[in-house]
């Protein structure tokens, strides 16, 4: 069974920058696509960004395209988000989740982080 672990959130002003980590339990990491997700209070779960197995592909929402960044260590077993510029409306619970599909869609990741909390003052 996967277990993935998010770290790394915290409270921040606008303009900040905070680095999310992913750590993945097992021995199929190299396997699947790993997406960050996250959700506001009051609104439904949205797709931030996602990558391949390998890490020579990602996507980005168009909301954080330019100021987010996603990679992975397939040694380490993580995928970490580097957010920049942070902005008020990047306040959401942040997670993690696996797929067998390199696409954006919720539904296509079966299992998920418990989420960290990330908070951006103006």
């Known amino acids: 069974q996967v277990q993935l672990v998010e770290s790394g959130g915290g409270l921040v002003q606008a303009g900040d920058s905070l680095r999310l980590s992913c750590a993945a339990s097992?021995?199929?990491?190299?396997?699947?696509?790993v997406g960050w997700f996250r959700q506001a209070p009051g609104k439904e779960r949205e797709f931030v960004s996602t990558?391949?197995?390998?890490?020579?592909?990602?996507r980005y929402a168009d909301s954080v395209k330019g100021r987010f960044t996603i990679s992975r260590d397939n040694l380490k077993n993580t995928v970490s988000l580097q957010m920049n510029s942070l902005k008020p409306e990047d306040t959401a619970v942040y997670y993690c989740?696996?797929?067998?599909?390199?696409?954006?869609?919720?539904?296509?990741?079966?299992?998920w982080g418990q989420g960290t909390q990330v908070t951006v003052s103006s």
């Open positions: 097992g021995r199929t990491f190299a396997t699947y696509v």
């Open positions: 990558i391949t197995r390998s890490g020579s592909s990602t």
């Open positions: 989740a696996r797929s067998y599909q390199f696409v954006s869609r919720v539904d296509a990741y079966d299992y």
